[in-house]
């Protein structure tokens, strides 16, 4: 018999092979990972007795790579979910009016991003606005008479018959096009339209707003422009609805951001930034007299992120999410003074929370590593969702690799926590190749999000490989409190490089990966990271570098946040040179030999491509292995179905091809 059992053991894992390379064994891959769905902005009505809630899909075919999204509605126990909104052109961001009878959305059907009206219990859709550069945000007024709205300046007369006659020369800074507060009425009037009345017009740029109960007045946060580096000068005013008069409410050298009114309108409750706002970025919610005088700030949270969703109905706290480790947590804060009150348990990834207008529900989108997104509803009271939405159900069904939590000590001590993703059908011992994620930001962090959703990092496909991923909570990243977030200033590619070796280590340790078979990879800081690692050490056979800042000096000369490097490493480059060059990939190159695959938007303004051809130029000529592949239309993240895949399927075979046991 014991002759027998290695040729039996063989049989079975022989016949399991071939069982998932057939139809009834098919397996996660980018295309399958394309068919899951994304569920947002759910939104629980004012009775608490239905949900409108979004659904984005791929749309490819011969002349089409554009996700579609549409509006669908359900009643709050799931007895009933159908789409909502149909067509060829995206719906998105509905919202109930005050009295749950109507719901308003945004929608390109007619051309630019449009308001639309819809009643509740169906019907034909009817355009509200009809505005030249799209509208960005909107909110119902109490009463629900009125919609207020933000969008920028439309291009002028002047400037359209320039941008034909090829006469369109701009100069940079001047003329930038703001974003500004707009009203527009629900009913027609006499003479059956509805005219836009614009409420802003000072030389600043609207972010967010709130109405106050009474619908007299809004408060709204502002920049002086709508450039990326300037979110560290927002302020505070509000614009009375009738004279369009503007006030200061909040303008110090913090960054004020996210007003909201309480019930009884007697009070404004806001984040605001550490004072100078910095990158790394801690926040604390303030309340106000709505009347004006001095703040008062409520207890520090957990990260010192706070993002506000609301008052309760009682006017007693502040709800409030951040993260928390791997997972979001919902809060809310005492506007007496009191510690923050956790609401839910669990290691769930939980986006797109909103209140309903009353104040008596929260409609989210929730998922697990193992659980795609869907829309739940839970009692403002007692936090306890309820799935309503089976978008998903359709959805591939394949096993996925079991993934958790796992620690380890960095050299100096300090603990950090990632993500460990097993192969599917690991079994215990056998050792097998390991790809490091490194995530954005620096103050990006993973969640326990569904490993399948698509990505150019298609972590479910991967496993199907028989790969392990190591997904790493370094130093800098959120939702393990301020001092952890602030570790890595003036030390890009120091300790936080360190944190990657160690789990990398771990996970050899616990006798999972193979140490003769790493790759990396990461996208913007990510890509940083990545870049910098192949610079430092040898020891990984392969890495994937997305959208990477590879030169410090030239990225700040480049980028549309010229002020986030100078933070980070506490000086501008022409007073402390060394700091850039010492922390910079491009400066640390020379010997460089790990096979590269680089991927980038070609119309990137975050990181310019000009940092990923710095990269492969130099490799290039070391006689390093590398490739480039340029992503035409894209931004700092890749928009196009058709690319996403593309870049997916090419890491996938990039590191097949350098990962084999037989390299």
């Given at each position: ?10 049989v ?7 069982l ?17 769905k994304s569920?947002g ?14 659904v ?5 075919t011969?002349?089409k790579?554009?996700?579609l ?22 719906s ?14 945004t929608?390109s ?20 606005t ?5 509208v ?14 933000t969008m ?30 707009w ?14 009345r ?51 409410f ?24 550490d ?6 970025f ?21 990260d ?6 609301g008052?309760s ?7 409030f ?20 009150e956790?609401l839910?348990?669990g290691?769930?990834?939980?986006f ?13 989108s ?14 403002a009271?007692?936090?306890s969702?309820?799935q309503?939405?089976?978008?998903n159900?359709?959805?591939?069904q394949h ?10 000590k ?7 926590e ?11 011992g ?15 962090v ?11 990092y298609p ?11 190591l997904r ?12 952890f ?6 030390d ?5 490089y ?5 789990g990398?280590?771990q996970?050899i ?18 890509g ?6 192949i ?10 570098i997305?959208?990477?800042?590879t ?11 010229p ?7 506490g000086?501008e ?11 910079s990939?491009m400066f ?5 030999t790990?096979?590269?695959l680089?991927?980038?938007g070609?119309?990137?303004?975050r ?13 290039k000529?070391?006689g ?12 700092h ?12 399927r090419r890491?996938i ?6 990962l084999s046991?037989h390299?």
């Amino acid at each position: 018999m014991s002759c027998r059992r290695p040729f039996i053991k063989f049989v079975i894992r022989a016949l399991a092979c071939i069982l998932l390379l057939s139809p009834l064994g098919a397996q996660w891959t980018p295309e399958e990972m394309m068919k899951v769905k994304s569920v947002g902005s759910v939104q629980a009505s004012p009775d608490g007795k239905r949900l409108v809630f979004t659904v984005t899909e791929p749309v490819l075919t011969e002349d089409k790579s554009e996700f579609l999204t549409q509006v669908w509605m359900a009643k709050a126990d799931g007895s009933e979910v159908y789409p909502f909104t149909f067509g060829d052109k995206s719906s998105t961001n509905p919202l109930w009016s005050p009295d749950g009878r109507r719901i308003a959305f945004t929608s390109s059907r007619s051309g630019k991003n449009n308001l639309w009206l819809i009643r509740a219990d169906g019907g034909e859709a009817e355009r509200l606005t009809d505005v030249k550069s799209g509208v960005d945000g909107f909110a119902w007024s109490p009463d629900g008479r009125q919609i207020a709205f933000t969008m920028s300046d439309p291009p002028s007369e002047q400037e359209e018959k320039d941008q034909k006659a090829r006469n369109d020369a701009w100069v940079v800074g001047e003329n930038p096009k703001m974003s500004h507060l707009w009203v527009v009425p629900v009913e027609k009037d006499a003479e059956g339209k509805r005219e836009a009345r614009r409420l802003t017009k000072a030389g600043f740029s609207v972010a967010d707003w709130d109405w106050s109960p009474d619908g007299k007045t809004i408060i709204f946060s502002h920049v002086p422009s709508p450039l990326a580096d300037d979110w560290t000068r927002a302020d505070l005013s509000t614009v009375d609805l009738a004279s369009a008069e503007i006030k200061v409410f909040a303008s110090t050298k913090a960054a004020e951001a996210s007003p909201r009114y309480s019930p009884s309108g007697q009070w404004v409750a806001y984040s605001a930034s550490d004072s100078p706002p910095t990158w790394g970025f801690a926040a604390w919610i303030h309340i106000a007299p709505a009347a004006g005088g001095p703040p008062t700030r409520l207890a520090a949270t957990f990260d010192e992120q706070p993002e506000i969703v609301g008052w309760s109905a009682d006017g007693k706290r502040v709800y409030f999410t951040e993260t928390r480790g791997t997972a979001t947590s919902m809060a809310a804060l005492p506007v007496d003074g009191g510690a923050a009150e956790i609401l839910n348990q669990g290691e769930n990834a939980v986006f797109d929370i909103n209140l309903n207008p009353t104040r008596t529900a929260f409609g989210l989108s929730l998922q697990s590593w193992n659980r795609p997104a869907e829309a739940f509803v839970t009692s403002a009271e007692r936090w306890s969702p309820v799935q309503v939405s089976q978008i998903n159900a359709d959805s591939p069904q394949h096993p996925l690799g079991k993934t958790e939590v796992i620690r380890w000590k960095a050299p100096d001590g300090m603990e950090i926590e990632g993500l460990l993703t097993h192969p599917l059908g690991y079994e215990k011992g056998r050792r097998c190749p390991l790809l490091l994620i490194i995530h954005g930001g620096p103050t990006g962090v993973f969640v326990q999000s569904y490993i399948a959703n698509r990505s150019q990092y298609p972590i479910a496909a991967f496993s199907v490989q028989g790969w392990a991923v190591l997904r790493c909570n370094i130093r800098g990243s959120s939702g393990y409190g301020r001092k952890f977030r602030y570790a890595n200033y003036k030390d890009w590619g120091g300790m936080d490089y360190q944190d990657l070796m160690a789990g990398v280590d771990q996970v050899i340790r616990l006798g999972i990966a193979d140490p003769e078979r790493l790759g990396v990879m990461g996208w913007s800081y990510g890509g940083y990271m990545t870049s910098w690692v192949i610079t430092q050490t040898k020891r990984f056979k392969a890495a994937s570098i997305g959208a990477p800042v590879t030169n410090l000096m030239s990225f700040t000369g480049t980028t549309d946040i010229p002020g986030f490097i100078p933070d980070y490493l506490g000086a501008e480059f022409w007073n402390n040179l060394q700091a850039y060059v010492k922390h910079s990939a491009m400066f640390n190159v020379k010997g460089a030999t790990t096979p590269a695959l680089i991927q980038q938007g070609e119309q990137d303004v975050r990181v310019p491509i000009g940092q990923g051809y710095e990269l492969y130029n130099a490799l290039k000529r070391q006689g390093t292995m590398v490739k480039m592949v340029v992503y035409p239309r894209q931004p700092h993240g890749l928009r196009e179905p058709r690319l996403v895949l593309d870049a997916g399927r090419r890491n996938i075979e990039w590191f097949k091809q350098n990962l084999s046991e037989h390299k």
